[in-house]
């Protein structure tokens, strides 16, 4: 195993950004701000996944490296602002890590994975104060499918799930009839709602099989996509929209078995 790392490096990145942030140095790094990153932030960490979907080492080595980097700046800029440096970024999460894991680096036990989810809900909110509600370290601006699988898990660890599967897949039947009588009703409000629900209850059904509800269903529309080019390519000049249907079904469904 390689040893653990020493500070020199981090140091160095500090350093460098430091330098980029200076009044002599990069103009585009003098201009940034904690706002105007925030995309590019974004898109580091989608860049991050996308080399774990790949199991590609070198990739994830290079774009974990640029997620670092945005840790860095912001901290630079809000060492600027006398507001906090890296050091006390890196100081308060070692603090919080042994703080929220007693059964580590105190006395407490942990059977399971799950009593330490529970254990650690339980260490935060206490941290943030008794009026602090479980959801509330959540933000509002999470993807919608990635939001509804951690408000779920939450809510599992505090008491609040089905005891098995089986009750899952009836709420499922239970939303599907609900939207055909909300389009039978001719309720356009109620239809969105009823959706909504039934979305809900998917990432439901992921999360009690233990399946990843954002990942899968970027492997989906992946599978499609691939699938969708390989009935283009098929068809060559003629178009989708000319094709007959039950055409495009059989191409569809060969080159989904193939």
């Known amino acids: 195993m390689e040893p653990l790392p020493t500070d020199s490096s981090l140091t160095r990145l500090c350093e460098i950004v430091a330098r980029l942030r200076a009044p002599d140095g990069c103009p585009w790094d003098r201009e940034q701000t904690h706002a105007s990153l925030r995309g590019a932030l974004i898109e580091e960490c989608y860049e991050v996944l996308d080399a774990i979907e790949r199991a ?6 290079e774009e974990l490296g640029d997620l670092l980097l945005h840790v860095v700046m ?4 809000a060492r ?24 580590v680096f105190g006395d407490k036990l942990a059977g399971d994975s799950q009593e330490v989810l529970r254990q650690w809900e339980k260490i ?14 959540l933000p509002a601006s999470l993807p919608a ?37 909300a389009l039978a009703d001719g309720n356009a409000r109620a239809v969105e709602d009823e ?27 992946n599978r499609f996509i691939k699938r969708f080019l390989a009935v283009e390519k098929e068809l060559g000049d003629r178009k989708m929209e ?8 059989a191409i569809w ?4 078995t193939s």
């Open 253 to 256: 469904n060969r080159i989904k």
């Open 80 to 103: 600027e602002r006398a507001a906090f440096s890296f050091e006390e970024v890196a100081a308060e999460i070692c603090a919080k890590m042994i703080r929220r894991h007693p059964h």
């Open 74 to 77: 912001h901290a630079q800029m």
């Open 242 to 249: 000319d094709t007959p249907p039950g055409e495009l079904d």
């Open 124 to 137: 935060k909110r206490a941290e943030k104060g008794e009026s602090s509600g479980i959801f509330d370290s």
């Open 56 to 61: 590609d080492d070198s990739n994830l080595r």
């Open 195 to 221: 959706i909504g629900d039934i979305l809900f209850t998917a990432v439901n059904l992921a999360r009690k099989l233990d399946v990843d509800a954002e990942t899968t269903l970027a492997a989906a529309t």
């Open 145 to 181: 499918l990635l939001r509804a699988q951690n408000v779920q898990k939450k809510a599992g660890r505090n008491g609040l799930d089905w005891p098995d599967i089986e009750p899952v897949f009836e709420k499922m039947q239970e939303e599907l009839a609900e939207v055909r009588q």
